[in-house]
């Protein structure tokens, strides 16, 4: 596609609920980024997959926070038992190999 | 660990009143310092990269420019439409060199 497309674009969950958030990069982008946009707070880096290497998930906040990225296309970030703090506008990003990021338009996330 | 701290946190002009938005950082080793404007409900887009000290870049009123502990986005005679927040980051050297670390943004109000 012509950019990078997630969804859903907002979803309201209850506490303790599974989410799952959907991620189509830019067709040819190799890497593919996961970030977390909070109120008040910058964006923070959650997971880095690039190509058939071992993505990095130094980001994630905790056990609850997975990802994948099947054929090195579509990634799906999943968040299990959904906590308040979790709320937040979760951004994709994708890219060519050291170059510029560019992001979809976020995944909002609010949990009850 | 990598630092970006931006000010002020939010700016209001008139249009056509010139001002300017810092960005100030430590990192080891600077690869790339980035700046990226974001609308409401949208995800970040892209506007420059800057890659060494004294380097300037220029975009319609927008310029940007670097040094060794800090970068500056300038914005001569700005339009209403120039209102969003403008976002910093900066890309260390080393293994985890595809990593981009954001500050909080300025939050930019053009008034007609």
């Known amino acids: 596609g012509a950019g990078v497309s997630q969804s859903p674009s907002n979803k309201v969950t209850e506490k303790g609920k599974d989410v799952e958030l959907r991620c189509d990069p830019i067709s040819g982008h190799t890497a593919l980024y996961w970030y977390r946009q909070s109120l008040g707070q910058g964006l923070e880096f959650l997971i880095y997959?690039?190509?058939?290497?071992?993505?990095?998930k130094s980001g994630l906040p905790s056990d609850r926070f997975s990802a994948e990225r099947t054929g090195g296309s579509v990634s799906t970030l999943t968040i299990q038992r959904t906590q308040q703090e979790d709320s937040a506008v979760y951004l994709c990003?994708?890219?060519?190999?050291?170059?510029?990021?560019?992001f979809g338009a976020g995944s909002r996330l609010t949990v009850l | 660990e990598d630092q970006v701290t931006q000010s002020p946190e939010a700016l209001r002009l008139q249009e056509g009143e010139s001002s300017s938005l810092n960005c100030s950082y430590t990192?080891?080793?600077?690869?790339?310092l980035f700046w990226y404007r974001q609308d409401p409900g949208k995800g970040p887009e892209f506007l420059f990269t800057?890659?060494?000290a004294g380097e300037e870049k220029e975009k319609e009123r927008l310029k940007a420019t670097l040094t060794k502990k800090e970068s500056f986005l300038h914005i001569t005679a700005p339009k209403p439409e120039d209102s969003a927040t403008y976002l910093c980051a900066v890309q260390a050297g080393g293994g985890s060199n595809y990593k981009l670390t954001f500050g909080k943004g300025t939050l930019l109000t053009v008034n007609p």
């Open positions: 800057l890659y060494s």
């Open positions: 990192v080891s080793g600077l690869r790339g």
């Open positions: 997959f690039q190509g058939n290497s071992a993505p990095d």
């Open positions: 990003a994708s890219s060519l190999p050291a170059n510029v990021l560019t």
